[in-house]
């Protein structure tokens, strides 16, 4: 009976996940439809997001470093929502970085764009994944983990965030000088403001 209740327990949390992923989901549109992008100064976000999470970290997480690009480099963005992509993707980060690895923090200027990379040194993606991991549902997680962790929603969501804004994300692999893949690497452009 227990354990029973337990397993009932564990999918509530999941089901409850799910359905607030799948809410958040069909909000996002309608709100950033009705919320005019701002600047928001990306180098002291992605500091702040970093500071966050190396002084809550158990002892065996990664590390966060952040490497900045010269000058204060302001992004048009809804910062409620650049954040929660930001978190999505520093949590994925970790989810499949190695004990004490490294996730980097890298905010360039294009000629349009402010362009914000998370890099990590886990895996890496499976090639035919790089496209279809931002399908609503696709979860592709650490070995070992457990099921029901993660609603499939994340990378989903986020796009339609970035999208949203007029920006676009992108996910590739990170390769060491010998070729084989020493990470992943996901990029988000947001227009300059």
Same mark, same amino acid.
């Given at each position: ?66 490497? @900045?690009?010269?000058? +204060?480099?302001?992004?048009? %963005?809804?910062? =409620? #929502? &650049?954040?929660?992509?930001? !978190? ?66 994340? @990378?989903?969501?986020? +796009?339609?965030?970035?999208? %949203?804004?007029? =920006? #676009? &994300?992108?996910?590739?692999? !990170? ?19």
């Amino acid at each position: 009976q227990r354990r029973l209740l337990a397993i009932i327990a564990e999918d509530v949390v999941r089901l409850d996940r799910l359905i607030s992923d799948i809410s958040d989901a069909s909000r996002v549109d309608a709100e950033l439809s009705r919320t005019p992008p701002e600047p928001v100064e990306i180098g002291p976000l992605m500091e702040t997001l970093a500071e966050i999470h190396n002084s809550t970290r158990d002892e065996d997480d990664p590390v966060i470093k952040v490497d @900045l690009g010269p000058g +204060k480099l302001r992004a048009a %963005a809804v910062e =409620g #929502r &650049i954040v929660q992509v930001f !978190r999505n993707l520093i949590g994925n980060a970790v989810s499949f970085s190695p004990p004490r690895g490294a996730i980097r923090l890298v905010v360039r200027e294009s000629p349009d764009t402010v362009d914000i990379a998370v890099e990590d040194s886990g895996p890496g993606i499976p090639p035919a994944k790089l496209e279809s991991i931002f399908d609503r549902f696709y979860s592709e997680r650490p070995h070992g983990e457990r099921f029901g962790q993660h609603s499939g929603l994340g @990378l989903s969501i986020s +796009k339609q965030i970035v999208e %949203a804004l007029g =920006g #676009r &994300i992108s996910a590739e692999n !990170r390769r060491g000088d010998d070729g084989g893949v020493i990470g992943a690497r996901f990029v988000v452009c947001l227009r300059k403001a």
